[in-house]
C-alpha cells in the first residue's frame, strides 16, 4: 500500500466511449503524474501537475484530458481512444516536482476495443 | 531513441546467490538514478537510489553502483530471496521542456529467484 489509489483497475471501453480514470493520494503530496505503460516499452510520463497546476504536458493527443481539482485528486478523461491506447496509466505522486521519489499507484488496464 | 536501457528482460537466479541487474543510459546530463521494483497488479516501489557524486549507496541487501565515465549502474541484491522476485525498473531524473523533474524508464528486467 503505497498511498496512492486508483480506480478502477481495469477499464473496457470502446471507441466512441467517454470515461474517466481517476486518482487520489493520502500522502500530503503537491505534486502528481500520469504515466502509460504500454506493452514491452518503458514508462512514459504523460502530465505532470504541481499544486494543481499542469506543469507538463509531454505531447499527449487531446482525446487525453487531464483533470486536477485539488491537490489530493488527479482525473485522466478518456474520449474517442483508439485501440493502440490500450495500455497500463499509472498515477503518482511526490512531494513536489524536484523531488525525485515517486509514489505510485497500482494503475488502471485500459482495453479500447 | 531510449536513453535508459536495460538489455536483460530476464533473470534467473537461485535462492541465497547474488543477483545483478544492469542498466546503462546515454544522457551525461542525468545526476541522480533510482530503481524501482513492481510486483503484478501493483505499481512500482520505490527501492534505492544514488546521486552522480557518489558510486555506490548501499541498503541493506540491496546495493547500487554508479559508474558515471561508463553511463552503467547496477543493482545488487545478496542475498536473493524468492520474494525478491519481481519487475525491476531503472531511472534517471531528467527535466521536462517545461523545467519540471521527470523520471525516464527503462523497460524493466523481469527477476526470478528460484526456491
Known amino acids: ?113 | 531513441d531510449q536513453q535508459v536501457k536495460q538489455n536483460s528482460p530476464s533473470l534467473s537466479v537461485q535462492e541465497g546467490r547474488i543477483s545483478i541487474l544492469n542498466c546503462d543510459y546515454t544522457n551525461s546530463m542525468f545526476d541522480y538514478f533510482l530503481w524501482y521494483k513492481k510486483y503484478p497488479a501493483e505499481g512500482p516501489t520505490f527501492l534505492i537510489s544514488i546521486s552522480s557524486i557518489k558510486d555506490k549507496n548501499e541498503d541493506g541487501r540491496f546495493t547500487v553502483f554508479l559508474n558515471k565515465s561508463a553511463k552503467h549502474l547496477s543493482l545488487h541484491i545478496v542475498p536473493s530471496q524468492p520474494g525478491d522476485s519481481a519487475v525491476y525498473f531503472c531511472a534517471a531524473s531528467d527535466f521536462t521542456q517545461g523545467g519540471s523533474e521527470k523520471l525516464v524508464f527503462g523497460k524493466g528486467t523481469k527477476l526470478t529467484v528460484n526456491p
Open chain 1, 1 to 113: 500500500e503505497t498511498g496512492v489509489t486508483q480506480t478502477p483497475r481495469h477499464l473496457v471501453m470502446g471507441m466512441t466511449n467517454k470515461k474517466s480514470l481517476k486518482c487520489e493520494q493520502h500522502l500530503g503530496h503537491n505534486a502528481m503524474y500520469w504515466y502509460k505503460q504500454s506493452a514491452k516499452k518503458p514508462l512514459e510520463l504523460m502530465f505532470v501537475y504541481n499544486f494543481k497546476e499542469q506543469t507538463e504536458n509531454n505531447s499527449v493527443p487531446s482525446r487525453f484530458s487531464p483533470e486536477c481539482p485539488n491537490s489530493s485528486h488527479l482525473f485522466l478523461h478518456l474520449h474517442t481512444l483508439q485501440p493502440e491506447d490500450s495500455a497500463l496509466y499509472l498515477c503518482a505522486s511526490s512531494r513536489g516536482v524536484g523531488s525525485e521519489e515517486q509514489y505510485f499507484g497500482p494503475g488502471t488496464r485500459l482495453t479500447v476495443t
